[in-house]
């Protein structure tokens, strides 16, 4: 279980996408900026998490571009535009990590761990022990489970997964609830 009142700003922050900072596309791949959408209150949210974490970065699965039906650009851009707004309302991405593999085997695929090494090798002071892991699946969260990390799960696409759970330290409707819980703590 986290104790929010020991998060400080040495934390790192790991985030999934889609389902956590923007909706979800049923049985298909966010392609284009286009069918990008932001769930509400998310960049608030991310302002509000910007001061309280060291480091935050957002580890997705992108087997849209494995499978052949975007590329590396589309991708890229969907990200540049991402960030952009999320800068543009006061909260910041430090890093993206991505995967477009197809094979659930893949190291860097989650609920491996790749990702998150990539992350650490990028920014050596990321102590696992003291990051969280925000999710909208159990993949997500036993991929922090899998790199040794909290893990935080938000309700927004699978409401009906099971709490308590053993891959699922803390529970919440959607990121913004995260952060002003967070927050509350702290001032």
């Known amino acids: ?16 996408r889609d389902g956590v900072i923007n909706h979800e596309k049923e049985n298909s791949y966010i392609l284009n900026w286009n069918e990008f959408h932001f769930y509400d209150h998310v960049k608030e949210a991310l302002k509000i998490l910007n001061p309280l974490f060291k480091t935050i970065v957002v580890v997705t699965n992108q087997r849209g571009i494995g499978k052949g039906l975007m590329s590396i650009n589309d991708l890229q851009n969907i990200h540049h535009n991402m960030v952009k707004e ?8 430090d890093k993206i990590y991505h995967c477009s593999d197809i094979e659930n085997s893949s190291p860097n695929r989650k609920p491996n761990a790749g ?5 650490k090798s990028d920014f050596p002071f990321i102590n696992f022990s003291t990051s969280i892991m925000v999710g909208n699946k159990l993949s997500d969260m036993q991929f922090g489970r899998n790199a040794k990390m909290n893990t935080v799960f938000v309700a927004t696409t699978h409401p009906e997964t099971p709490y308590p759970n053993e891959h699922i330290d803390l529970r919440f409707q959607n990121l913004l609830e995260f952060a002003i819980a967070i927050q509350k703590v702290h001032s």
């Open 115 to 119: 990702m998150a090494l990539q992350a």
């Open 86 to 93: 999320i800068e543009n309302a006061g909260g910041r991405i």
């Open 1 to 16: 279980m986290i104790n929010l009142q020991a998060i400080d700003n040495t934390w790192t922050l790991f985030l999934d």
